[in-house]
């Protein structure tokens, strides 16, 4: 590209001429970036399309400006914008130029290069400039694989990493919530989150189911097929509507390939392939041997339960909506503390708990979601799923998350807590 072709789009991207919409400042996520752009290292930004990565580089340009950065020392490009030709070899070397004789940065530039994995071989170029000291770097990308192999291989030991998810419940409530809400209020939130979840712009947006619609067509074609030039595009798009019909279930590889005519190992990749890009998850069962892991039905989860039931065209069951939003809080919590992981537990008899939670390998909780804890039958269920497993972790005390029921029960010696979901997912954001 051209100099003169440039030089618009690099302004429609930064503050040289002229504001740019900011957003819902996300305050965590907000000083998070903060605190990381003040060591020395390149800051990697992750997560799924449509999430905010953009708008927080936008804020932090702002916030810069506001405190006397001059403008001109921060160049930002989205590398998704269709104007650029992505597969010019010499694009970073002109983009660089170009702004280098245009603006003449009064100091070491801040560069925030947006959408990174639209570049090939991006990673050579940053590993130069950072090394040679030329300008501070910030990088987002929408491929947590990509992402992380080429940062493991050109910048290991010279980069930080942040994962920016879709809105938390908490973060919601502080937006949507007036001062001093109830418990009605809360809960109403959390069932309307359950229903179309938390992506921004789906949250301030009437349309919202034309919307998610939309960011899956860019899930499946631009971060999927076209990424990893995959042939059979609607063997992809299949699985990943039946994913999204069965978040919160089981699967193997082998009843994938049973249920949808589509090779196990085929569908192993393609799973690889959809979670690395932030769109669904499998939980593995709880072992300490890696190979019974390995070898165990994974459950699904899935980024955003608005997204999973426009991707379905059906309502997915309360209880497995819950379940879904425990899972994207531990995910947010997993993002942030490197020795947290989280498991599902079954035993022999498929008396099973849905999450297991572990800090450096040792299960630390057991966590049962039971959205219809005042039924009976699911009630008995539940809680001798839950016992059975604090015995076989040698855990003392077990939670239960219901939909709106409080308290303690001592069975044994066992304590069994009951808390609603949306006051547990409140005092436990981080």
Same mark, same amino acid.
């Given at each position: 590209?051209?100099?003169?072709? /440039?030089? %618009?789009?690099?302004?429609?991207?930064?503050?040289?001429?002229?504001?740019?919409?900011?957003?819902?400042?996300? $305050?965590?996520?907000?000083?998070?970036?903060?605190?990381?752009?003040?060591? #020395?290292?390149?800051? @990697?930004?992750?997560?799924?399309?449509?999430?905010?990565?953009?708008?927080?580089?936008?804020?932090?340009?702002?916030?810069?400006?506001?405190?006397?950065?001059?403008?001109?020392?921060?160049?930002?490009?989205?590398?998704?914008? %269709?104007?650029?030709?992505?597969?010019?070899?010499?694009?970073?070397?002109?983009?660089?130029?170009?702004?280098?004789?245009?603006?003449?940065?009064?100091?070491?530039?801040?560069?925030?290069?947006?959408?990174?994995?639209?570049?090939?071989?991006?990673?050579?170029?940053?590993?130069?400039?950072?090394?040679?000291?030329?300008? +501070?770097?910030?990088?987002?990308? $929408?491929?947590?694989?990509?992402?992380?192999?080429?940062?493991?291989?050109?910048?290991?030991?010279?980069?930080?990493?942040?994962? @920016?998810?879709?809105? $938390?419940?908490?973060?919601?409530?502080?937006?949507?919530?007036?001062?001093?809400?109830?418990?009605?209020?809360?809960?109403?939130?959390?069932?309307?989150?359950?229903?179309?979840? !938390?992506? %921004?712009?789906?949250?301030?947006?009437?349309? +919202?189911?034309?919307?998610?619609?939309?960011?899956?067509?860019?899930?499946?074609?631009?971060? *999927?097929?076209?990424?990893?030039?995959?042939?059979?595009?609607?063997?992809?798009?299949?699985?990943? @509507?039946?994913?999204?019909?069965?978040?919160?279930?089981?699967?193997?590889?082998?009843?994938? =390939?049973?249920?949808?005519?589509?090779?196990? #190992?085929?569908?192993?990749?393609?799973?690889?392939?959809?979670?690395?890009?932030?769109?669904?998850?499998?939980?593995?069962?709880?072992?300490?041997?890696?190979?019974?892991?390995?070898?165990?039905?994974?459950?699904?989860?899935?980024?955003?339960?608005?997204?999973?039931?426009?991707?379905?065209?059906?309502?997915?069951?309360?209880?497995?909506?819950?379940?879904?939003?425990?899972?994207?809080?531990? /995910?947010?919590?997993?993002?942030?503390?490197?020795?947290?992981?989280?498991?599902?537990?079954?035993?022999?008899?498929?008396?099973?708990?849905?999450?297991?939670?572990?800090?450096?390998?040792?299960?630390?909780?057991?966590?049962?979601?039971?959205?219809?804890?005042?039924?009976?039958?699911?009630?008995?269920?539940?809680?001798?799923? /839950?016992? *059975?497993?604090?015995?076989?972790?040698?855990?003392?005390?077990?939670?239960?998350?219901?939909?709106? =029921?409080?308290?303690?029960?001592?069975? !044994?010696?066992? @304590?069994?807590?009951?808390?609603?979901?949306?006051?547990? /997912?409140?005092?436990?954001?981080?």
């Amino acid at each position: 590209m051209e100099s003169n072709q /440039l030089l %618009p789009i690099l302004d429609d991207w930064n503050l040289w001429k002229h504001p740019l919409p900011q957003g819902s400042v996300r $305050s965590s996520y907000f000083q998070y970036l903060h605190k990381l752009t003040q060591t #020395n290292q390149v800051v @990697v930004i992750t997560g799924p399309r449509r999430a905010g990565k953009s708008y927080l580089m936008r804020q932090w340009m702002f916030q810069n400006a506001q405190t006397g950065v001059n403008p001109a020392q921060m160049l930002m490009i989205n590398f998704e914008d %269709p104007r650029l030709e992505t597969e010019d070899p010499f694009l970073f070397e002109t983009i660089w130029n170009t702004y280098q004789s245009h603006l003449k940065p009064p100091a070491k530039p801040f560069l925030l290069l947006d959408e990174i994995q639209e570049i090939p071989q991006w990673e050579k170029w940053v590993r130069t400039f950072h090394e040679l000291n030329k300008a +501070k770097i910030i990088l987002s990308g $929408s491929n947590a694989k990509l992402l992380s192999g080429e940062l493991a291989t050109s910048l290991t030991g010279r980069h930080l990493t942040m994962t @920016v998810l879709p809105f $938390s419940f908490q973060e919601l409530a502080g937006i949507r919530l007036g001062d001093n809400p109830k418990s009605f209020d809360y809960l109403n939130l959390l069932r309307e989150m359950m229903e179309f979840g !938390g992506f %921004p712009e789906v949250v301030f947006s009437e349309a +919202k189911r034309e919307i998610l619609l939309d960011y899956f067509d860019d899930f499946i074609h631009r971060d *999927l097929i076209r990424r990893y030039k995959i042939r059979k595009g609607e063997d992809l798009r299949k699985m990943a @509507v039946f994913y999204a019909t069965h978040c919160g279930s089981q699967i193997t590889f082998n009843s994938i =390939e049973k249920f949808l005519s589509i090779n196990a #190992n085929t569908a192993e990749r393609f799973s690889g392939y959809l979670e690395d890009a932030f769109l669904f998850f499998l939980v593995q069962r709880f072992s300490h041997k890696l190979k019974e892991r390995n070898k165990s039905p994974r459950k699904i989860y899935c980024i955003d339960m608005g997204l999973a039931g426009a991707i379905s065209g059906r309502k997915v069951g309360d209880g497995h909506l819950a379940e879904n939003m425990v899972f994207l809080h531990l /995910l947010g919590q997993k993002t942030k503390d490197s020795l947290l992981d989280f498991f599902y537990w079954k035993n022999e008899k498929h008396q099973e708990v849905d999450f297991v939670l572990t800090q450096s390998g040792n299960p630390t909780q057991a966590i049962q979601v039971c959205w219809d804890s005042l039924r009976l039958e699911t009630r008995k269920r539940e809680v001798t799923s /839950l016992i *059975l497993c604090l015995e076989a972790l040698k855990l003392n005390e077990g939670l239960i998350l219901t939909q709106e =029921e409080e308290g303690g029960e001592k069975i !044994g010696k066992h @304590v069994i807590h009951f808390t609603p979901l949306w006051k547990w /997912l409140l005092k436990n954001e981080r």
